[in-house]
């Protein structure tokens, strides 16, 4: 089986130990290089990085201070969640299951889900999937903490990884994608990535998805804006891997974190200012840009949805809703779907 997904799919397998390897994507696999992305979404009339771009070492590394952050609800709302599903998921787990999970970032999450299969299970099995190395040294952490499970990282796009399960094997899987990251889709994307997730799944699969729900514009303004400046240096950082990827001279100081909620769009939206009228040269990505002053970079949408939303879109992709499950406060959401067959 792995010798037609290293063929097929274009992977190279790196194998660390018996309970651990990767599935890297060898050069010859068609994806746009990170030159040729900038050098179209910096060159539009309203400029863009993409927001799978801020996940280098120091962007993941910033990400997980964010998570620590008090006025990043998320993270903990989510937490409780999972918390209060260890008694609630074995319902719906009537057989063996892998773990996969889409975007699994360090995976510190992922153990109080790897913790319920672990009580139901001999062997657990998790495949994470995502774009980062820092996917490797999650992967690390969590063998010392269980005995009995054996790891397949994939270090790929959602997309390419879900590729990479759909030819796999027969396994039920329980695909997580977790910390709202869903909201980072513009609404059509949103609805490609849920048919994407669908038409890779069997018939025991299982979706379970954490999703933000709409709610007071202080309170979202605030996890986007924190005291400490995180998220402003996470923003900013984009540019820095530009620089250092890249060989471009942004001037990092002469640009602004800003994030604010749209009403009308229920999303916070994040973008880089220029603080005054400058020009950047991008060597590797053959480009010289001009900048007005206050010229916005737009770098990530957060989406907020309501529980009815989501029903709406689940409905509109083939999956049934098994359980929605929320906070007390109502700030967050779980929804666990299966597909329709
Ligand atoms: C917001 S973090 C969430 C991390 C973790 N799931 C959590 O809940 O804390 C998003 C993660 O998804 C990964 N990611 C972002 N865009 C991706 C893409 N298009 N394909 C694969 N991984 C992606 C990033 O590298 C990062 O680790």
């Given at each position: 089986m792995h010798s037609t997904i290293l063929q097929e799919l274009g992977y190279n397998l790196h194998e660390v130990n018996p309970r651990l390897h990767y599935f890297k994507p060898n050069t010859s696999k068609t994806e746009k290089t990170f030159a040729e992305e900038i050098s179209y979404s910096l060159t539009q009339n309203s400029k863009f990085i993409h927001?799978?771009?801020?996940?280098d070492q120091t962007g993941s590394r910033l990400f997980e201070q964010i998570c620590h952050l008090?006025?990043?609800?998320l993270t903990r709302t989510e937490i409780s969640i999972l918390q209060f599903l260890k008694n609630e998921l074995p319902q719906f787990l009537d057989k063996s299951y892998r773990l996969v999970e889409l975007?699994?970032?360090?995976?510190?999450?992922?153990k109080l889900l790897l913790d319920i299969l672990h009580d139901l299970q001999e062997r657990v099995e998790y495949f994470p999937i995502d774009i980062s190395d820092i996917l490797k040294e999650g992967s690390q952490s969590l063998l010392e903490s269980y005995e009995n499970l054996h790891i397949t990282g994939i270090i790929d796009t959602y997309e390419g990884g879900l590729k990479f399960i759909k030819s796999f094997d027969d396994t039920p899987n329980l695909i997580a994608f977790l910390g709202?990251?869903?909201?980072?889709?513009?609404y059509d994307d949103s609805i490609r990535f849920l048919h994407d997730v669908n038409s890779t799944m069997k018939q025991s699969d299982l979706f379970l998805a954490g999703i933000d729900l709409v709610k007071d514009k202080k309170i979202l303004e605030d996890a986007y804006n924190d005291s400490l400046g995180v998220t402003a240096q996470f923003n900013l950082n984009v540019l820095q891997r530009i620089n250092n990827e890249l060989d471009a001279n942004f001037d990092i100081d002469k640009f602004y974190h800003k994030a604010e909620f749209n009403e009308k769009e229920n999303r916070i939206e994040m973008y880089l200012r220029s603080k005054e009228v400058q020009s950047v040269n991008i060597p590797k990505a053959n480009l010289s840009i001009d900048f007005v002053k206050d010229e916005l970079i737009h770098t990530e949408h957060s989406h907020k949805y309501t529980v009815s939303q989501i029903e709406n879109m689940m409905d509109a992709t083939n999956f049934e809703i098994k359980k929605i499950w929320q906070d007390p406060c109502q700030n967050y959401s779980m929804v666990l779907a299966s597909k329709i067959f």
């Open positions: 927001p799978k771009f801020f996940y008090p006025e990043y609800y975007g699994s970032g360090s995976s510190t999450k992922t709202s990251s869903f909201g980072n889709f513009e």
